[in-house]
């Protein structure tokens, strides 16, 4: 994922717009995450499913004395177990409940060097986890025939308490619809519409100064985005490797709105290899 520039409502901010109010300002961050997951089918209507996620992070700033640096975090993420429970299954036609936790494995306590000192708590952003187990309801519906699928997944994220360092990450609702085509036995590809809402923080990690950097305000986190994600996924119906998935989907903004000063997301790319036995 690729964020590049900051925005406060609806509108982009330059830098030096920004450094009207904070002495630094983040310029981009990218992040990458590896998930490795599992899923195991107890019975015909529940499927248990874990998630284990690596992150890394690097953020680069410029202050308002013209200086330049960058900060890194990485790291394993917050462990996430979920069940599907079947609800409904005719026609073609399936509906999952989602049940899910997630337990706070990943750290909230990175350091890096800055030009306020060495060794310093970075701002939330930089974090890897949540710091809070939160909990992962949520409900699937799957429609298919010969030639495609479609569907549509509602997803939210409600924290739970506040983390050791005396905050929460907000809230997260999450709705999406995609339609896909098969083209051959091998190729298919996909159209995704995904809006994502989520609140600001609660509380506050008293190490952090708020007037100096927006990242390290908890009242400047929250936004609503709207992206548009265009998918290819490559089966294997025999051989060896059959039974096993490659699939690719670049996902694009449409529309955002950021309490910010807030860096904004440009793009993200999902890839991902899929083997069931």
Avoid: C
């Avoid at 904070?22 to 599992?38: I, L, R």
């Avoid at 499913?49 to 013209?66: C, D, F, I, N, Q």
């Amino acid at each position: 994922m690729n964020m590049d520039g900051n925005r406060d409502g609806t509108d982009s901010l330059s830098e030096s717009e920004v450094l009207q109010d904070f002495m630094v300002t983040p310029v981009d961050m990218t992040m990458e995450m590896h998930m490795f997951g599992a899923m195991y089918a107890v019975s015909d209507d529940v499927t248990l499913m874990a998630m284990v996620p690596y992150v890394s992070k690097e953020m680069e700033h410029l202050t308002r004395m013209g200086g330049r640096f960058t900060t890194n975090s990485e790291g394993f993420g917050d462990i996430k177990t979920t069940a599907l429970y079947k609800i409904h299954d005719r026609n073609k036609q399936r509906v999952h409940l989602n049940l899910g936790v997630s337990f706070p494995t990943g750290s909230i306590n990175e350091r890096d060097d800055t030009p306020a000192g060495d060794d310093v708590i970075l701002p939330y952003p930089m974090q890897i986890g949540s710091g809070t187990f939160d909990l992962l309801p949520g409900i699937t519906y799957l429609g298919q025939s010969e030639e495609g699928s479609w569907g549509a997944q509602a997803l939210t994220t409600l924290r739970l308490g506040k983390n050791d360092n005396g905050y929460r990450l907000g809230n997260k609702y999450q709705l999406s619809g995609w339609i896909a085509r098969n083209w051959t036995d091998w190729l298919g590809t996909s159209l995704r519409l995904t809006g994502t809402t989520w609140g600001d923080i609660d509380g506050a990690d008293d190490r952090l100064n708020p007037m100096m950097i927006p990242t390290a305000d908890p009242d400047r986190r929250s936004g609503t985005q709207v992206n548009v994600g265009f998918g290819v996924n490559l089966y294997a119906p025999k051989g060896n490797l059959q039974g096993s998935r490659l699939a690719m989907e670049f996902e694009l903004p449409i529309y955002r709105s950021l309490d910010g000063p807030q860096l904004e997301t440009d793009w993200q790319l999902t890839l991902g290899l899929q083997s069931s036995f």
